[in-house]
């Protein structure tokens, strides 16, 4: 199916801009110490990673994807990562190669952009400053800044009413099944990241409009977009 040229751009964070997965991991492993319990390793947190930090908690705590743990240890738990993760957020992560250079890009075509993620606001800003991409962005929409967050289409069409564009008009460039139900949801197209956090499942499998390796690859994607709106 070819691209629509869209006149907005939404960005997921966590798996789409930023390897995150090194601080998380950190965190996680001081955290189960912290409770003498064994850590798990970056490979495992890994595959948790993608439904905010009190899931990851959770995950962390029964060591695997679904699942509670006891809400008393939950309760114990939970405000050591938080201040880990605090102290930790933009420590190890990185942009992913690519991101500079799509974001370049995307803002000397003139595209409006935004960031939509489910990362909480006090751990969003500070990790987009650290890593010089902030101020790309004429709207940044963490997982606490609306009453709901991804899957459901409301912080994207949130984003798009703000910044003046239709849903038809809009593309999410995001990394997981989240990003993909969302996107569906709100009438946006979705161009998925091949590298980010999908619980180990190939993204391929949610049937996103374009699978991307990189960012650099938005100029020939996006090039390539027909200029006809539905």
Known sequence: MALRK???????VDGTLVDSVPDLAYCVDEMMKALGLPPHGEAKVREWVGNGVERLTRRALI?????EPDEALF???????LELYAENTC????LYPGVREGLD???HEGYKLGCVTNKAERF?????RELGVYDDFAIVISGDSLPRKKPDPMPLLHA???????????LMLGDSVSDVKAA??????IVCMSYGYNHGVDIREAEPDAVIDSMAELPELLGAATQDVA
Do not use: N, W
């Open 6 to 12: 869209p006149e907005m751009v939404l960005i997921d």
């Open 63 to 67: 060591g695997k994807l679904d699942g």
């Open 75 to 81: 309760e114990k738990a939970y405000p050591i990562f």
């Open 91 to 94: 420590k190890r992560s990185r």
């Open 105 to 107: 890009y995307l803002e």
């Open 124 to 128: 969003t800003v500070p990790l987009l």
């Open 160 to 170: 798009a009413a703000h910044l003046g564009c239709l849903p038809e008009q809009a």
């Open 184 to 189: 569906r949801a709100a009438g946006f197209q």
